[in-house]
Nanobody
Framework: QVQLVESGGGSVQSGGSLRLSCAASGYTFSRACMGWFRQAPGKEREGVATITRDGSAAYADSVKGRSIISRDNAKNTLYLQMNSLKPEDTAVYYC???????????????????WGQGTQVTVSS
């Protein structure tokens, strides 16, 4: 049974930082392309960042330069370090996994088959 469990969300002030984690189990994490998505109230789910099994990363323009996606294949864990947070970063953040080694951030949710339950990030001004 595949499980993705996010943690690390919370409430911070503008300019603050958070580190999200996603613990994966029930499949071969090291082979999968992984991603972080977010969904704000009334908006569609959008891709934040993706990372291939060998560590190649891609970022949405909205977070580029402020966020770092990383993975620890030995711990089956995905991370998202978010710095210089802004109120517009407020959303539920989801961890997602592709079923293969490939995923494409610009394709939205298309390449992702497994999803976590989400963790809330709230940034106040």
């Amino acid at each position: 049974q595949v499980q993705l469990v996010e943690s690390g969300g919370g409430s911070v002030q503008s300019g603050g930082s958070l580190r999200l984690s996603c613990a994966a189990s029930g499949y071969t994490f090291s082979r999968a392309c992984m991603g972080w998505f977010r969904q704000a109230p009334g908006k569609e789910r959008e891709g934040v960042a993706t990372i291939t099994r060998d560590g190649s990363a891609a970022y949405a323009d909205s977070v580029k330069g402020r966020s770092i996606i990383s993975r620890d294949n030995a711990k089956n864990t995905l991370y998202l370090q978010m710095n210089s947070l802004k109120p517009e970063d407020t959303a539920v953040y989801y961890c997602a996994s592709s079923a293969t080694f490939w995923c494409q951030l610009t394709a939205g949710t298309r390449d992702f088959v497994y999803w976590g339950q989400g963790t809330q990030v709230t940034v106040s001004s």
